[in-house]
T-cell receptor
Framework: NAGVTQTPKFRVLKTGQSMTLLCAQD?????MYWYRQDPGMGLRLIHY???????AKGEVPDGYNVSRLKKQNFLLGLESAAPSQTSVYFC?????????????FGPGTRLTVT | AQSVTQLGSHVSVSEGALVLLRCNYS??????LFWYVQYPNQGLQLLLK??????LVKGINGFEAEFKKSETSFHLTKPSAHMSDAAEYFC?????????????FGKGTLLTVNP
């Protein structure tokens, strides 16, 4: 099993450009999450999904959109990138809470917005 | 609302010395507590977790943590540091099921192990 994979691994955008980050998991997990990691800030939840076709806002959702059209995929979109969105983005997935308690993380996407 | 405070953004120890990484939490209900480890340029990996039951939990790579409700703490320890323990460590809390299964992470503690 590949676990959680993220595409791309690195990306450089100019201010105002758009892009989509793809997260895929092969563990049949119901829940999926997008986090951003910034130095000294830990991980902050952007958006999450508790099942196919459902999404919800996390702690820092502004400037991002998400879609979960298939159970195994969770897409994070930036419609108009800003330098403040320079970060490392992590996707994670899990079973419903109480089945297990672990979130499984992907390797991350390093995004730079100039 | 749940929150996590990790005391010390950077901890440096000598190889063979005790590792102690501090974590205090705030939660309105009995919490679920986690420690994750992040090696350079990698994603996060679960080190150990407290859900219910025994308050001293053991994890991978010789780490353990003790849930102390009276102190609202969940400090991570390892008796003898190894060079391979150098990484960033994150404490996280969840208030559990329903809509509260989301994790809230601390800001992280970078552990350096000196030879």
């Amino acid at each position: 099993n590949a676990g959680v994979t993220q595409t791309p691994k690195f990306r450089v955008l100019k201010t105002g450009q758009s892009m989509t980050l793809l997260c895929a998991q092969d563990m049949n997990h119901e829940y999926m999450y997008w986090y951003r990691q910034d130095p000294g800030m830990g991980l902050r939840l952007i958006h999450y999904s508790v099942g196919e076709g459902t999404t919800a806002k996390g702690e820092v959702p502004d400037g991002y959109n998400v879609s979960r059209l298939k159970k195994q995929n969770f897409l994070l979109g930036l419609e108009s990138a800003a330098p403040s969105q320079t970060s490392v983005y992590f996707c994670a997935s899990s079973y419903p809470f109480g089945v297990t308690y672990e979130q499984y993380f992907g390797p991350g996407t390093r995004l730079t917005v100039t | 609302a749940q929150s996590v405070t990790q005391l010390g953004s950077h901890v440096s120890v000598s190889e063979g010395a005790l590792v102690l990484l501090r974590c205090n939490y705030s939660s309105s209900v009995p919490p679920y507590l986690f420690w994750y480890v992040q090696y350079p340029n990698q994603g996060l990996q679960l080190l150990l977790k407290y859900t219910t039951g025994a308050t001293l939990v053991k994890g991978i790579n010789g780490f353990e943590a003790e849930f102390k409700k009276s102190e609202t703490s969940f400090h991570l320890t390892k008796p003898s540091a190894h060079m391979s323990d150098a990484a960033e460590y994150f404490c996280a809390v969840s208030e559990g099921g329903g809509s509260n299964y989301k994790l809230t992470f601390g800001k992280g503690t970078l552990l350096t192990v000196n030879p």
